[in-house]
């Protein structure tokens, strides 16, 4: 599905109207329709059912008066609430509030003494529709409507938002004061970016994207896409003649004294996700740590503290011969010889490649830019908020206040795939964006982003794009989460997701 920015929505509403031909008025008729047969759709039948709509000055107002008519023709009780003075009101607004006046349409302006009467009147609704600013919330919101927000979330009738919940800003999720608490969103065109980060995802309730006759042949060149189920049909085909070196054969290089589950659980991931053959390189030192199974365990000369460094390179030269992806960072540690290992590697190895945990503290501009750009591309790096924050220089609050951008910044700068693991997971490479909201709360647990590494490596190993894989790695790590949470979210480990993923991918 794809998702926009308020400017990309407000770009393609100008392009309908002035380069297509399509008149504001006939979108704003589409769209009130859509939002009333929504209405039908959810809580009809509407005859003599209150439906109370706070109507703004702009255009979501003159949508939310656009429905008020046509829940007239639905035999509903719809009373309109003007927020602003009708001469601060959008021509288009103007035109439909006059409408719904002939046809006398019961409307309340909202002056100082109607705002006192305001929470005995909306609380006597069956329905509240919040069509006060749509995409238009910046900042706090400023006047009445600060008020009138307090007011709809304190009765706690059932509200439908109409594009945006008044207050959330429809880019970044942003909620600067107060905002609307929807049971449903009805996004106008296309999803908008704001309703999938929190906390404006947190005012959404659920969300439905409502056609409202936007050519689809505009948005072409925007690049921003939620994964859903339908994406699963992108993962490659396993040829019933497939065997084990088909699938790919994987080089996880991790583990340290204290921190040999990390590994583990990304080597066993890699056999979940679907590849052929995993090989772990760790330190000798815990090397008889790991159970005999599936995973071909390769001792590696190491440190006296257990952990990988200089001692380490000659075999991990050997090792690489042969393999098809290299995934690299969990439970390394990030004493300072496990560098000169994590260097040596990414230098070294020319194919497809996922860095993780401390794999992702050797990662500087001055080292990343020293190594070919046709050697990054096959970089999928893998941080939360905490580890990109370390990438940046900024704290983990400021990365996920600008969740939206700061993945497809450093992917740009650095030529790599960008997976920014948190809620929403974004992953971002080649201009493009994927945006995965799968998982739940019980996946925040310690190992949770080795068993992530392991799925990308696994779809890397059999075949996959780094940005593909990387986009569905993270989408079937949320899934299998939310499977496993079945069970109970508390106390959810990484060990049962990990078990949970062979049945999403069955």
Not at 251 to 267: F, I, K, P, R, T
């Amino acid at each position: 599905m794809l998702v926009l920015t308020a400017s990309e929505m407000r770009r393609l509403d100008e392009e309908a109207i002035k380069g297509i031909g399509i008149s504001s008025l006939a979108l704003m008729e589409n769209a009130g329709a859509q939002v009333a047969r929504f209405l039908q759709d959810k809580y009809g039948p509407l005859k003599d059912k209150r439906i109370h709509i706070l109507v703004g000055p702009g255009n979501n107002g003159g949508d939310g008066l656009v429905a008020a008519r046509h829940l007239l023709n639905m035999g509903a009780r719809p009373k309109v609430y003007l927020t602003h003075p009708e001469d601060k009101c959008s021509r288009e607004c103007q035109v439909n509030l006059e409408i719904f006046r002939r046809l006398d349409g019961e409307i309340v302006s909202l002056t100082v003494s109607q705002r006192r009467n305001l929470k005995f009147s909306l609380s006597m609704a069956d329905v509240i529709v919040d069509s006060m600013l749509g995409t238009g919330a910046q900042g706090p919101l400023r006047g009445q409507l600060g008020e009138i927000v307090a007011v709809v979330n304190e009765v706690r009738r059932p509200v439908v938002a109409v594009d945006v919940p008044t207050g959330v800003d429809a880019t970044t999720g942003e909620v600067a004061g107060e905002a609307v608490r929807a049971d449903y969103t009805c996004c106008l065109g296309h999803l908008k970016l704001g309703c999938l980060f929190y906390p404006g995802r947190s005012y959404v309730g659920e969300y439905v994207v409502l056609d409202i006759g936007i050519p689809h042949k505009l948005a072409e060149g925007i690049e921003r896409w939620l994964l859903e189920r339908e994406d699963l049909g992108k993962l490659p085909e396993r040829p019933p003649w497939g065997h084990k070196g088909t699938f790919g054969h994987t080089l996880v290089v991790g583990g340290s004294l204290g921190m040999a589950g990390a590994a583990w659980l990304c080597a066993k991931a890699v056999y979940r996700g679907g590849g052929g053959m995993v090989a772990l390189a760790v330190p000798q030192s815990i090397a008889n740590r790991f159970p005999p199974d599936e995973v071909i365990v390769k001792p590696i000369p190491d440190t006296p503290e257990g952990t990988l460094g200089s001692p380490s390179i000659e075999a991990l030269r050997e090792l690489l011969k042969g393999k098809d992806v290299l995934a690299v960072g969990p439970g390394l540690s990030n004493r300072p010889e496990v560098k000169q290992v994590v260097e040596y590697l990414l230098r070294s190895w020319t194919g497809p490649a996922v860095i993780d945990a401390d794999g992702l503290n050797v990662l500087t501009d001055e080292f990343v830019m020293s190594v070919p750009s046709e050697q990054r591309r096959n970089w999928v790096l893998t941080p939360h908020p905490g580890e990109m924050g370390r990438l940046l220089n900024q704290p983990p609050q400021w990365v996920n206040a600008h969740r939206g951008t700061v993945g497809g910044d450093l992917a740009a700068r650095w030529g790599v795939t960008v997976v920014l693991k948190g809620t929403p997971t974004v992953i971002s490479g080649q201009g493009r964006m994927y945006i995965s909201t799968a998982g739940n709360s019980g996946m925040g647990s310690a190992g949770m982003g080795d068993v992530l590494t392991g799925v990308i490596a696994a779809f890397l190993a059999q075949g996959m794009e780094p940005l593909e894989a990387a986009a569905l790695g993270a989408y079937v790590h949320g899934l299998a989460g939310d499977l496993a949470g079945e069970k109970g979210r508390r106390g959810m480990t990484a060990g049962d997701c990990l078990e949970a993923l062979q049945f999403i991918l069955d």
